[in-house]
């Protein structure tokens, strides 16, 4: 994890954003620079409407000034700009480290370019060294995790100060361990299957660009479509 790599991918996705837009902000300590950075081009003058995906989001860009609108009251996103735990050549995801998988899954979903930030430590071959986070309704947690099981997932129940974690939504986290993913296309599938799942951190063919940072570098990897 490099902080100066974090931030030179956030400098650069900043430049994805244009007067009049809707932009979506992303959650995490990578998107908390993008976030900054947006702020203070608010503050010379950028004319936008933000959309946060989570609580946390919300409060930075209430602190930087930044307009926010209502999801509801819009249709589409003009830009998205979002950090990951894990990213892997054909652009697929694990995202939720932070607990916001699901608002910013929903906003990547109304998102017309998505840029994901990140520094050269989210990089990998195969998907699944991270825990991918799945969020589920607190009634179903231990139904999702028996089914996760009979899909060689190992599901441990995320905790914050000794309490169980509460998503923005009142739901929980399980994080859960599938071994190296050779297919995370088809895992997507099979979780979207599970009762009980609302949503889960596996973003498949949802990001456009991702921007890493690479030492004093910035790499810049479009999706192939
Ligand atoms: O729920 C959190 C988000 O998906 C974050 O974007 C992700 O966990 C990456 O966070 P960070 O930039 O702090 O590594």
């Known amino acids: 994890m490099n902080e100066q790599e974090k931030i030179n991918a956030a400098l650069k996705a900043v430049s994805f954003v244009k007067p009049g837009q809707v932009v979506g902000l ?6 908390y620079f993008a976030i900054q950075e947006i702020g203070k081009m608010v503050r010379e003058g950028l004319e936008i409407r933000a959309i946060p995906t989570s609580e946390a989001t919300r409060q930075l860009a209430e602190k930087w000034n930044i307009p926010l609108t209502d999801i509801n009251d819009i249709s589409t996103i003009d830009v998205t700009i979002d950090g990951a735990d894990e990213f892997n050549s054909r652009l697929q995801l694990i995202k939720g480290g932070g607990g916001a998988l699901l608002r910013e899954k929903i906003v990547a979903s109304i998102t017309g370019t998505q840029v994901i930030i990140a520094d050269a430590s989210k990089q990998v071959e195969k998907l699944g060294a991270f825990r991918v ?22 599901a441990s129940l995320r905790a914050k100060n000794d309490s169980t974690y509460i998503t923005d939504q009142g739901n929980n986290i399980l994080d859960v361990d599938f071994g190296l993913i050779d297919d995370p296309a088809a895992l997507a599938k099979a979780l979207d299957h599970i009762t009980g799942i609302v949503e889960h951190g596996l973003f498949i063919d949802l990001a456009d660009y991702v921007i890493v940072g690479k030492g004093d570098q910035v790499e810049i990897i479009a999706a192939k479509n």
């Open 26 to 31: 992303g959650t995490g300590s990578t998107a």
């Open 133 to 154: 986070p799945i969020e589920v309704i607190p009634f179903a947690a231990n139904v999702v995790t028996r089914k996760l099981s009979a899909l060689n997932g190992e």
